[in-house]
């Protein structure tokens, strides 16, 4: 149990276009799902906070305009980087917090496989 | 959310035990302690947590000193498949407070040598 799924896990795309990156927890409800950006050899980095039904929480210097966010259901969260530039390739990494306590009676957090976007 | 330090690379040769220590020395009272780890190219995966007992699970155990201050993560047969990078992680729980993301550091490259 507790899959996060992304889809794509690489897209390829040109300067100046959008790209959208979908995270779906497949068998538990998440209200709040987290995303995140790694550069070459550099660890995660947290992008934004989404939670269901309400406008994301951007971390400082991410800019909301390009990085646009949708929660629209429980279980889906979108990315969509608009008017991408090469220096926006990167692997991007979305996690779901469970609604629920899991059995040791903490809300855990799972993590997708990662999407990696190259834009030349 | 508390600092932690881990060491940027450690070998391990395949079967014995991987010891991975990571310090965290201003820890605070509510703060747990969460072990990650990244295999190339794929997204974070939890292998453990805890707040001031040791703690094991089909993965690994986790053994946090009686002074909090430092604790060290023990995968007991390490394979090549554990080769991956271990992000320690000091926060408050998730359960009921707040939905924060992770802030991982850049954790410790462990090497599974054949």
């Known amino acids: ?120 | 959310d508390a600092k932690t330090t881990q060491p940027p690379s450690m070998d391990c040769a395949e079967g014995r035990a991987a010891n991975l220590p990571c310090n965290h020395s201003t820890i605070s009272g509510n703060e747990y302690v969460y072990w990650y780890r990244q295999i190339h190219s794929q997204g974070p995966q939890y292998i453990i947590h805890g707040l001031k007992n040791n703690e094991t699970n089909e993965m690994a155990s986790l053994i946090i000193t009686e002074d909090r201050k430092s604790s060290t993560l023990i995968l007991p047969h390490a394979t090549l498949r554990d080769t991956a990078v271990y992000y320690c992680i000091v926060r408050a729980s998730f359960s009921g407070g707040g939905a924060d993301g992770l802030t991982f550091g850049k954790g410790t490259h462990l090497i599974i040598q054949p």
């Open chain 1, 1 to 120: 149990g507790a899959v996060v799924s992304q889809h794509p896990s690489w897209v390829i795309c040109k300067s100046g276009t959008s790209v959208k990156i979908e995270c779906r927890s497949l068998d538990f409800q998440a209200t709040t799902m987290f995303w995140y950006r790694q550069f070459p050899k550099q660890s995660l980095m947290l992008m934004a906070t989404s939670n269901e039904g309400s406008k994301a929480t951007y971390e400082q210097g991410v800019e909301k305009d390009k990085f646009l966010i949708n929660h629209a259901s429980l279980t889906l969260s979108t990315l969509t980087v608009t008017s991408a530039h090469p220096e926006d390739s990167s692997f991007y990494i979305c996690s779901a917090r469970s609604i629920a306590p899991g059995l040791a009676g903490y809300y855990e957090q799972y993590f997708g496989p990662g999407t990696r976007l190259t834009v030349t």
